[in-house]
């Protein structure tokens, strides 16, 4: 074999690798990048006062489930949302909005709520202050 030949095989053996990268890339799933990124990073403060506000009013909601109801008892009274959440599906998700009334509890009813794990996002105001909470909860 002489130079000439090595050289053109030692090129084309590059070319193929170079091909061989760009249909590996290009066949690789998408990048799961948050495009909220940086808007979400502006709301950062907000939403860590609110969940130390939790923590500094002592308004942890205390969760019991009752056959198909899940009972949520508040400090005070309370309107706002929750966010159901499925770590395996993000299709499964739900949102409820919350009020107690003059009560301190609400209801949600859980029939078309698959049983397993969830993590909720509690969103609520209450005498004039917002909150903000997470828990994970296990559906029976």
């Given at each position: 074999m002489?130079?000439?030949k090595g050289i053109i095989a030692g090129m084309a053996a590059f070319m193929l690798f170079i091909?061989?990268?760009c249909?590996?890339?290009?066949?690789?799933?998408?990048?799961?990048?948050?495009?909220?990124?940086?808007?979400k990073g502006l709301s950062f403060n907000k939403d860590h006062s609110r969940e130390e506000q939790v923590t500094?009013?002592?308004?942890?909601?205390?969760i019991t489930q009752n056959n198909d109801r899940l009972v949520i008892a508040f400090a005070q009274p309370a309107?706002?949302?929750?966010?159901?959440?499925?770590?395996?599906?993000?299709?499964?998700?739900?949102?409820?909005?919350l009020d107690s009334g003059a009560g301190k509890s609400a209801e949600i009813n859980?029939?078309?709520i698959a049983k397993g794990p969830w993590q909720l996002t509690f969103e609520w105001e209450?005498?004039?202050?917002?909150?903000l909470y997470h828990k994970e909860v296990y559906i029976k």
């Open positions: 002489n130079w000439g091909l061989s990268m249909i590996y890339m290009f066949n690789a799933p998408a990048d799961d990048y948050d495009h909220q990124y940086y808007e500094k009013d002592h308004a942890e909601p205390v309107t706002g949302k929750v966010s159901f959440m499925r770590p395996s599906d993000k299709a499964m998700d739900r949102l409820f909005k859980l029939q078309g209450s005498d004039h202050k917002a909150y």
